[in-house]
């Protein structure tokens, strides 16, 4: 098959999934959290006290198609994102001839943060379960040029052998079971080593097409025990985030917003976003009209799936967001394809006019949020920290150091868009309390907010600010995230 035929072939699998028609389901918002409570001391426990082959990229350059310039930039009125790269280099599915050199994506971990993907050298294997093993021993061997800022590479302390026959792979369905053979243990010590030891081993063996779970043995047992920690059945990148709850996945627990549906021919686009190491990524989208002039939004349904890593875009997960079309017939928008390659944002596929498909590598917590009647910002991940299923801070970041005041940026979704605060020093002690408004109140799209907050002159050293929903019924905290400042 010629270049140009694959070519073809590509942007035509890719396109298909952009250009599907989707039924619009009219349901109540939900959303889960992990409650499981471990009955020995395994990988579980562990969480709850700590608080696709290669990386996705197309198989070839598809050229100025998707490169070509576009108008992308911060949306008005919303909080001033930092623009990132589009595309970055990545890794090929397809093998590679032999004696080429090919790449692979793999995951390295954050203290407190979700893992971050890189790409390293990788050998090329043909088989699925020797591409896992390959993935492993290219994440073990990683230069450490090649680890991003901030990350480290638990797995580049464990002795394993280089030639990888300290390590067998099989395939079972969905699941990778890895077992390992390290001479002289796993080389990490105490509960942070082990978690991000786990954490990037999960996150790397399911990066394989196909895998969305990873059973972690050693040789010849049937579960493996790190540090004196058992890992005993198959982990899903779900069960190693350090997020206090999941997203829920299905079409029943997405959520349902009522825009302004009296103009026809109201679609929207893609108006800018903000990429943020790794954790944190928002889409800016806003309402345009059959003439190209901004109006407002219809009526829209959005919620999480599963996704098909097997295809070029191959994604873990989807976040589907789709409009109301009030035109008659279907869209006619120009379908494309914007390919981010970056952690949690794969691509984002759509008609041009009324659906989207975010490409995620997790189903870490997403929501939308509302900026206008003519704009929205579609929120994927967050600081685990500073996230729950009620509001999501991104500004303070944890660890910054404040004086006088600090300005508080985020979204919540809250009872009459009430969020109260206070300010803890080191003993535990409120210094600082108050509270106020979202710009959207109860509903299923989040009200975003920008404030300042006084600390006073009489408070030094470190600090924690917390942000939380009192009950309606009893005054109780809900939804509490703690971000811990230091005032000097």
Excluded: C
Excluded at 191 to 209: H, N
Excluded at 260 to 278: F, K, N, T
Excluded at 369 to 396: F, K, M, Q
């Amino acid at each position: 098959m010629s270049d140009e035929r694959r070519d073809d072939e590509i942007i035509g699998r890719a396109l298909s999934r952009a250009i599907e028609t989707i039924d619009v389901n009219q349901t109540p918002y939900e959303r889960s959290r992990i409650a499981t409570a471990p009955a020995r001391r395994s990988v579980f426990g562990l969480w709850q006290m700590a608080t696709a082959a290669a990386a996705i990229v197309l198989a070839v350059a598809i050229g100025s198609w998707l490169t070509r310039p576009t108008e992308l930039g911060p949306v008005a009125g919303s909080p001033t994102p930092t623009i990132a790269p589009a595309t970055q280099p990545g890794a090929t599915q397809t093998p590679a001839p032999s004696g080429a050199t090919v790449s692979t994506r793999v995951f390295f971990v954050r203290d407190l943060l979700p893992p971050v993907s890189a790409i390293v050298p990788s050998g090329g294997a043909h088989i699925a379960a020797d591409r896992v093993v390959e993935r492993i021993t290219a994440a073990h061997a990683a230069p450490p040029s090649s680890v991003p800022a901030g990350a480290v590479n638990p797995l580049g302390v464990v002795p394993l052998r280089a030639d990888g026959t300290s390590i067998s792979a099989k395939i079972n369905g969905d699941t990778a079971e890895v077992e390992f053979d390290p001479s002289g243990g796993w080389g990490v010590h105490g509960a942070a080593q082990v978690q991000a030891l786990v954490q990037q081993l999960v996150y790397v063996i399911t990066e394989e097409p196909g895998i969305r779970k990873a059973r972690i043995t050693e040789k010849g047992k049937a579960s493996a025990v790190i540090d004196g920690l058992i890992v005993d059945r198959p982990l899903s990148r779900e069960d190693v985030t350090d997020y206090s709850f999941r997203a829920a996945v299905g079409k029943a627990n997405g959520i349902t917003w009522g825009g302004d549906d009296s103009l026809p021919h109201v679609g929207a686009r893609l108006a800018g976003y903000d990429i943020q190491d790794g954790t944190r990524a928002t889409l800016f989208l806003e309402g345009r009209d059959s003439n190209g002039q901004k109006a407002d939004l219809p009526s829209f349904t959005a919620w999480l799936e599963q996704g098909d890593d097997t295809t070029p875009i191959g994604a873990k997960y989807t976040l589907y967001v789709e409009f109301q079309w009030n035109g008659g017939g279907n869209s006619n928008g120009a379908a494309d394809v914007r390919i981010f390659d970056q952690t949690p944002l794969r691509a984002v596929t759509t008609n041009g006019n009324n659906v989207f498909r975010i490409e995620l590598d997790d189903a870490r917590p997403w929501r939308v949020s509302y900026i206008s009647n003519s704009n929205i910002a579609i929120e994927i991940g967050g600081n685990p920290l500073a996230t729950s299923d009620r509001i999501a801070v991104s500004a303070p970041k944890a660890g910054d150091r404040v004086s006088g005041q600090v300005r508080v940026v985020g979204s919540a979704r809250v009872f009459e868009a009430n969020v109260v605060w206070r300010l803890k020093d080191a003993s535990g002690k409120a210094v600082a309390n108050g509270h106020f408004l979202t710009n959207l109140g109860t509903s299923a799209v989040w009200g975003q907010f920008d404030q300042r907050l006084a600390i006073p002159a009489t408070v030094h050293g470190n600090v924690t600010l917390e942000l939380y929903e009192a009950s309606a019924k009893d005054g109780s905290e809900q939804g509490l995230v703690q971000i811990p400042l230091s005032v000097p």
